[in-house]
Each structure stands twice: as C-alpha cells, then as structure tokens.
C-alpha cells in the first residue's frame, strides 16, 4: 500500500518506510523532524515541469502525461519504493498545498500501475511453469 502525506503531518509508526519525493528540500523542515527513510529527489519532476505546472489544476492530465513520461526513463530510481510496497506499507512525502494535485498523487498512481504489472507478470510466469 502506498499511502501519501504532507512534510507538515507528523510521522507516525504506521507510515511504513517513508520517502521524500521532491526535488527540492523543503524549507523550514529539519532532517530529523521529516523522519524520513530516504529523500529520492531523482523522482521529482524536473524542474522545467515543475515550472510549467505552477500548481495549476488545469494543467493537472497534461502535467500527469508528460511526468509519467520522465518516471518511465527512471525505472531504477523508482525501485527502492517497489521494493518497499511489496513488503509493506509506504508513505509517499511532499511538500504542496494542493493535496490533489501534486507530484506525489501522480507518482503513486504511476508506481501502483508498475506495481500491478509486475505482479500480473508473475502470475503470468507462474501460470506457464505451473502448466
């Protein structure tokens, strides 16, 4: 499961292993106080696409197509999470105002996606080993 919070919300135990998923770090928030388990800055989008986007709603579906496309480029960066996801929970942190359009909301969508591949392409092998 792979769940998503704000660097303002308190860490909890039931967060499981928390990544922080910005580019930038966060202003005015300490290391220790994040309680994170890692910062992947790499799964931020770029900065050019955090430019264009501004936290506009609007460009939400268009912003989405076009991180999607640079996170397919990123398949390695995004595995520490994958891993995580398949032993527990995780917690996706980051630093919008907007809790419905952000970076994090399109990066869970785009991993649990990756994440329901990968398990379909199991099932698949082991139907034809089974067979």
Not at 4 to 32: M, N, Q
Not at 104 to 127: D, I, P, Y
Request: net charge positive; glycine share 4%.
């Amino acid at each position: 499961m792979i769940q998503l919070k704000r660097v303002y919300d308190k860490a909890a135990p039931e967060d499981g292993k928390r990544f922080l998923v910005e580019r930038l770090w966060p202003r005015g928030i300490t290391k220790s106080a994040l309680g994170i388990d890692a910062w992947l800055k790499e799964l931020g989008p770029s900065t050019s696409l955090r430019k264009w986007f501004g936290h506009e709603p609007k460009r939400w579906e268009e912003f989405r197509r076009r991180y999607f496309h640079e996170l397919e480029k990123k398949a390695e960066a995004c595995k520490p999470i994958q891993r995580a996801a398949e032993r527990g929970r995780v917690t996706l942190v980051y630093s919008s105002h907007d809790t419905e359009h952000n970076n994090a909301v399109a990066l869970r969508e785009f991993l649990e996606a990756q994440l329901k591949k990968s398990r379909t392409a199991e099932r698949m092998r082991h139907l034809k080993t089974a067979a």
